[in-house]
């Protein structure tokens, strides 16, 4: 008799298989599952791009994605009006940012919390051997144009989703600065462009002092545009 029944029937078998050993692997790997919810805690996946990206049109889920993933914050009411109409507004009330609890998009938030758990940490540790307690922001929110200009596009800080970063502190007090330590050589330096290169995972443009001179003292980083395919200058 013709082995081809046995023979389809194996690869059928086959195919089951391997189909139930990979819904296992993505169980056991939600960051790479495009229907597991986006968690914060998890590592960064193939799918965690697509994930924030799903956020900035989606405040009420965004939310809670911040919730589950322990993240202290506050809604806020929507405010504003025209180009700088605010529908999606919250503050992170932990003790991370400097000036504190700046409003700011939830989308932002997500992407800032991502950096800080999955790139700035680990990189202090490896520089300095000690975490990250403060960040220190220029502004969040700010209803203008692309740099104070009367005309033209309007920046993304128009509707609080972006920030402006100038420096970290570190929990033993030592603090570095864009302005005054990108360009050196040492561990600050190195921190910093570690900082810059991690933040393009978590927010769709990112700004550096590498790109002109009016980003000299902080990185500018936003949710304008899909964290999947990001402009990090």
């Not at 799903?54 to 809670?64: H, S, T």
């Not at 939830?106 to 990189?123: E, I, S």
Request: hydrophobic letters at 45%; a negative charge.
């Amino acid at each position: 008799m013709p082995a081809f029944p046995d023979r389809a029937l194996a690869l059928v078998l086959l195919l089951a298989a391997l189909l139930l050993a990979g819904r296992g692997w993505l169980a056991d790997h939600p960051q790479h599952n495009p229907y597991a919810p986006l968690d914060l805690s998890h590592p960064r996946g193939w799918a965690t791009a697509g994930k924030l990206d799903a956020l900035r049109g989606d405040p009420a889920a965004c939310q809670a994605v911040l919730a589950a993933s322990g993240v202290a914050f506050a809604p806020l009411e929507p405010a504003g009006e025209g180009e700088c109409r605010r529908d999606d507004r919250l503050r992170l009330t932990g003790p991370l940012l400097a000036p504190g609890a700046p409003e700011m998009t939830c989308a932002t938030a997500a992407g800032l919390l991502l950096w800080l758990r999955h790139d700035l940490q680990p990189a202090a540790q490896a520089r300095f051997d000690q975490e990250i307690a403060t960040i220190e922001q220029l502004g969040t929110y700010s209803c203008r144009r692309l740099y104070g200009a009367s005309e033209g596009a309007w920046s993304e800080h128009a509707t609080g989703n972006a920030i402006d970063v100038a420096g970290f502190v570190l929990a033993d007090g030592q603090r570095i600065s864009l302005l005054r330590d990108w360009d050196g050589d040492g561990a600050e330096a190195a921190f910093l462009r570690d900082a810059r290169d991690g933040a393009c995972d978590s927010f769709g443009t990112v700004l550096s002092p590498d790109y002109n001179a009016a980003h000299a003292d902080h990185f500018h980083l936003d949710q304008g545009r899909s964290p999947r395919f990001p402009v990090c200058r």
